[in-house]
């Protein structure tokens, strides 16, 4: 039971670059979803999904894209990579969003450096 | 807007003292509280979770309480160890839909020998 995983742990892109930053849980969780970690700030929305199929936007989604095809995998597109989106970016999971006896679990993060 | 701020930024303390951190919240409707440790370099781990209900909840040396009408929580911390050197934040999760969370930015606590 390897939890929560995600690849790459380290990234450097180029203005404008693509990529994927890829997460995988083994846990049959039903909800998923992307946060990013700045300096001083607390842990922000991306996107989530409440299941195979199913996505919404959270806090802040603009220049990122995802899919939920499988419960086990949601991987997160950045689309043009623009510096502002330097970040330490994180993947959980729990087995509903948020209830009150539901335990997060986050996977070890991608640090994402754009230049 | 929904917001959780928390207090002190950063603290230091000597191995072995005890130390509280404070969380206070703006969630509405609330469903429940949680407090995370983040060590360096790693993802948060969830230390406890309250509901409405619950004004205390401990696991191992970690302590929460939760003053729903203040809106007010604390997370006390009894004879420190170097491990527990790492960030300490404060969620709170709004009863509608989706549960949204709403994170605090944290208080980084170092624990010296």
């Known amino acids: 039971n390897a939890g929560v995983t995600q690849t790459p742990k380290f990234q450097v892109l180029k203005t404008g670059q693509s990529m994927t930053l890829q997460c995988a849980q083994d846990m049959n969780h039903e909800y998923m979803s992307w946060y990013r970690q700045d300096p001083g700030m607390g842990l922000r929305l991306i996107h989530y999904s409440v299941g195979a199929g199913i996505t919404d936007q959270g806090e802040v989604p603009n220049g990122y894209n995802v899919s939920r095809s499988t419960t086990e995998d949601f991987p997160l597109r950045l689309l043009s990579a623009a510096p502002s989106q330097t970040s330490v970016y994180f993947c959980?999971?729990?087995?509903?969003?948020?209830?009150?006896?539901?335990?997060?679990?986050f996977g070890p993060g991608t640090r994402l450096t754009v230049l | 807007k929904n917001q959780v701020e928390q207090s002190p930024q950063s603290l230091i303390i000597l191995e072995g003292k005890n130390c509280t951190l404070q969380c206070n919240y703006t969630v509405s409707p609330f469903s429940n509280l949680r407090w995370y440790k983040q060590d360096t370099g790693r993802g948060p781990v969830s230390l406890t979770i309250?509901?409405?209900?619950?004004n205390t909840k401990s696991n191992g040396r970690y302590t929460a309480t939760l003053d729903a009408d203040t809106k007010q929580s604390s997370l006390h911390i009894t004879a420190s160890q170097l491990s527990d050197s790492a960030s300490y934040i404060c969620v709170v999760s709004a009863n509608n839909a989706g549960n949204m969370l709403t994170f605090g930015g944290g208080t980084r606590l170092m624990v010296k020998p």
């Open positions: 959980a999971s729990s087995y509903e969003a948020g209830g009150p006896t539901d335990t997060q679990y």
């Open positions: 309250m509901t409405f209900s619950e």
